[in-house]
């Protein structure tokens, strides 16, 4: 990226009023005008992407990332596109869409066994948390917050550090309450390691960076799971004055949340119902559906205090039909994956069978309904990657021409269809039989030596001679001559040509003949 993208990126995180984003969009939508490389347009759209994260416009975000993706993908810097998918998955967890949301998680999580750029492992595992987080998987969401403050620590870049041990305390502190209504919760392992990640956070990083971030919630909500209530308000009064310095809805939508349930605990029941209230508005102009929900239950153990019991009752159907409304959207979304996956399993099965009917078609004689000389090409090309000794025995009909001139070519086609049933009824597995062409048929026989061929080659002379020929034509008879040699599969065409030269020494003698070309070497093996 150059530096003037660089720039652009960094003044697109930091464009957080709604003058500075719009300011930051118009460059960026004027940028986009006049730039086609594949490149700089997906550096482009990851910068509008980040100014439209702070406008909370999460659809916006999920469409840029995937467009970046593609355009990154396109300009092959493999890297930065498993950046935007990771950005992509989080924004797409957010908004619900469970199968796309999975399906760039996936590519992210595979993507970190090979990526080892620090920064970009910093922003992936992060997106990969939040995606976890989103699904309301706090701990897997833990695990990836922990990698990417470990790959932030090795950058030196303090300002990540601080969001990661940010997002870690965040996670675990949800963690630890989602046992603790589910009665899980039978240690302080996870409220422990939370307070250690703010502890770390109000030592290390700067006063502007946690009064930004709003660090003091934490603190008082672990304060508040502690049981320490006073402590807990008096750090959140302490710090309101700064509350507006909070830069995301959802995030003063936690502290007021946390705020409500510390002054229920300390039985300031009315002043929970007042506070709760604020925080489901704030919520719900954040547009984030799980910040919303906790608001609201805690809104409804507030009103339930107080002895609203009504109010209590409608709060708590408000959170149950969100929850079934997302349920709802979820699975929508998991049968129409179901019955997309498959479609294309479907459409898959008949490429492949096309294929199959294709290669079929392209190796198979239409008159005998056997190989050709495309499919013995490619039996050869198979033994030989085994290393394979292969026998050819080479068949020749004996006065072919005869049969035509005299019973017609109907009977000439049905003489040479009763030898191809004939030969490959004598297959074995691994062994093959095709239409060389006109009236000359090839078999080979995988570790068969010339020895025992003409043996097998000696079975077929008589079996063409004995069968009922006079079933297809009145007074028919038919013969063969047969030609047999041997050597190793990776020479084959000097073995064809061997067998060849035996088959013309079968007809110089009168046909009805077996003549083999003796071997160098006498493999194992049946001879078919």
């Not at 003044?11 to 118009?26: D, Y």
């Not at 924004?91 to 760039?104: D, F, T, V, W």
């Amino acid at each position: 990226m150059s530096a003037d993208f660089q720039d652009l990126l960094e003044r697109a995180r930091l464009a957080t009023t709604p003058e500075a984003c719009e300011e930051c969009l118009a460059e960026i939508g004027r940028e986009l005008e006049s730039v086609t490389a594949p490149g700089s347009r997906a550096r482009l759209l990851m910068c509008r992407a980040r100014v439209r994260s702070n406008q909370w416009r999460t659809a916006d975000v999920c469409e840029d990332a995937r467009a970046a993706m593609t355009l990154f993908e396109t300009a092959g810097e493999l890297e930065l596109a498993v950046d935007a998918a990771s950005l992509a998955a989080g924004y797409a967890s957010r908004l619900g869409q469970l199968s796309l949301a999975s399906a760039l998680a996936t590519k992210s999580i595979l993507a970190l066994d090979w990526i080892t750029d620090d920064r970009l492992r910093v922003e992936i595992a992060n997106r990969l948390g939040i995606f976890c987080y989103s699904f309301l998987d706090f701990d897997r969401a833990v695990d990836q917050f922990e990698v990417s403050l470990a790959a932030a620590e090795r950058t030196g870049n303090h300002e990540s550090v601080y969001r990661q041990l940010h997002n870690i305390a965040d996670a675990l502190l949800l963690a630890h309450r989602q046992r603790v209504i589910s009665h899980l919760e039978t240690g302080s392992e996870r409220l422990d390691r939370a307070e250690a990640a703010v502890t770390r956070l109000f030592t290390e990083g700067t006063e502007e960076w946690n009064r930004r971030a709003g660090s003091h919630r934490l603190l008082a909500e672990v304060l508040c799971e502690r049981g320490r209530l006073d402590d807990a308000l008096r750090v959140l009064d302490e710090h309101r004055a700064t509350a507006g310095a909070i830069n995301l809805a959802a995030q003063r939508a936690a502290l007021a949340l946390v705020e409500a349930r510390c002054l229920r605990l300390a039985g300031r029941r009315e002043e929970a119902v007042t506070v709760a209230t604020r925080a489901v508005e704030i919520a719900e102009a954040s547009g984030d559906d799980h910040e919303l929900m906790l608001t609201l239950e805690e809104l409804a153990a507030a009103d339930e205090a107080v002895g609203d019991r009504r109010g209590a009752l409608a709060h708590a159907r408000e959170v149950k039909a969100r929850m079934w409304a997302i349920h709802q959207r979820q699975t929508t979304q998991l049968v129409q994956e179901t019955w997309t996956r498959a479609d294309l399993e479907r459409h898959q099965r008949y490429l492949r069978t096309q294929a199959a009917e294709a290669t079929r078609a392209a190796e198979e004689d239409a008159l005998t309904g056997i190989g050709n000389r495309r499919a013995l090409e490619r039996f050869l090309e198979a033994e030989a990657v085994r290393g394979s000794q292969v026998a050819f025995v080479f068949v020749d009909v004996d006065d072919f021409k005869e049969i035509n001139d005299t019973l017609g070519h109907g009977a000439g086609d049905a003489v040479l269809r009763r030898i191809g049933e004939l030969f490959a009824g004598q297959m074995r597995p691994g062994q093959t039989v095709v239409r060389y062409g006109g009236d000359e048929f090839v078999l080979a026989l995988p570790g068969v030596d010339s020895v025992r061929a003409r043996d097998f080659a000696e079975r077929l002379r008589l079996a063409v001679v004995e069968h009922p020929w006079a079933t297809l034509a009145r007074g028919l008879s038919v013969s063969a001559s047969f030609g047999v040699a041997a050597g190793p599969a990776v020479q084959a065409q000097t073995a064809l040509a061997a067998a060849d030269a035996s088959l013309y020494a079968a007809k110089d003698g009168g046909g009805n003949a077996v003549v083999a070309t003796p071997d160098s070497a006498d493999p194992d093996g049946p001879p078919g």
